[in-house]
């Protein structure tokens, strides 16, 4: 039997109402002001909800419903009036994206935008420019919270290699960790100049420290110093067809070519922080040639995203 459409968004406002209760109150007590509260809880709300200290971000997975245009959007903003009410939040600080079911993940570096609504978050001490307005995700992958911390803690007087750097989370954890030198590596030039810009507020950057570099980081650790890097980390899109780069990135496919290259640029005894978020993912151990490899996904999955996570992130020792 089909609800009624007033009887299904009772059902949207409980979840909601439920979750939140929850999340919200651990995350208080942990001190974290950004975290997922839902995510794809029911099939007829298919959202994914983050909280950005005060300002919601919404991705809605695209799918069959069977609207017309005007009914769709006079749908999303009936959702959006139930989560700011259950919320106590203004409508206007709903920021909602259209996540598309794509066989690839090169969409982050697909600017949708030119608001440029941004704010500054804090995580954990540091604080980070996230935009809510012009790209599929706001800057900051919060289910790596915990991975951060991990690296601060790992990294003092090395050498660090953030490889595929997005917008240099990994990069500013690292500097405040005490390392003594930070490479930061990516395809697009928006995201280096992002990295920078994050690394300057939190008064962390040094010309002397820190090489950002906008390339293809499979080309790049071609010509990488061979056994210089202490410390590295890894966390390459799902698939990239960027006209950019030299060829189209699998990371299932490609993923032993990238850590063999990896392992060349790492000082022995060093560590390799590898992640990728391909839901199918199997690392293929035999063919790598490390030292030690470990499994720290269920380490480095925070209390927001369990159970709802299909990142996976292992620790490699050369």
């Known amino acids: 039997m089909t609800l009624p459409l007033d ?13 939140w209760k929850h999340i919200a109150k651990v995350a208080h ?15 007829e709300f298919p959202f994914r909800m983050e909280w950005y ?14 609207m017309e245009d005007e009914e769709h959007a006079e749908w999303v ?3 959006k009036s139930v989560i700011a009410q259950v919320l106590s939040i203004d409508v206007e600080l709903i920021f909602m994206k259209e996540r598309r079911r794509l066989n690839h993940k090169d969409a982050q570096y697909e600017k949708e935008a030119s608001s440029k609504i941004e704010r500054i978050v804090k995580e954990q ?5 996230i935009n809510l307005s012009d790209y599929l995700d706001t800057g900051l992958f919060l289910d790596h919270r915990i991975t951060r911390a991990y690296v601060r803690d790992l990294v003092k007087g090395k050498r660090v290699l953030n490889l595929f750097c997005y917008t240099g989370s990994f990069s500013v954890y690292a500097a405040a960790g005490g390392a003594d030198l930070i490479t930061s590596v990516d ?17 962390l950057y040094s010309a002397d420290k820190h090489m950002l570099v906008q390339d293809d980081v499979m080309e790049w650790l071609k010509a990488a110093p061979k056994d210089y890097f202490d410390f590295v980390i890894v966390d390459p899109p799902t698939f990239s067809n960027s006209k950019r780069m030299q060829d189209v990135f699998d990371v299932q496919r490609d993923h032993v070519a990238l850590l063999k290259l990896v392992l060349r640029t790492t000082k022995v005894d060093g560590t390799i922080i590898f992640s990728n978020n391909f839901k199918n993912f199997v690392l293929d151990e035999a063919a ?6 470990k499994d720290i996904t269920k380490f480095t999955t925070p209390f927001d995203f369990v159970g709802k996570l299909h990142r996976h992130c292992f620790e490699i020792t050369k």
């Open 187 to 203: 395809l697009s030039n928006t995201y280096i100049n992002w990295t920078k810009r994050n690394l300057q507020y939190n008064k």
């Open 125 to 129: 001490g540091l604080s980070f420019i």
């Open 288 to 293: 790598i040639p490390a030292f030690k490899i």
């Open 53 to 66: 200290d005060g300002a919601v971000y919404v991705s809605e997975y695209k799918r069959k419903h069977g």
């Open 29 to 43: 007590k942990q001190g974290i002001v950004c975290f997922r509260f839902y995510d794809h809880d029911l099939p």
């Open 7 to 19: 009887a299904k968004f009772s059902m949207f406002e409980n979840r909601i109402k439920k979750v």
């Open 77 to 79: 903003a009936q959702c």
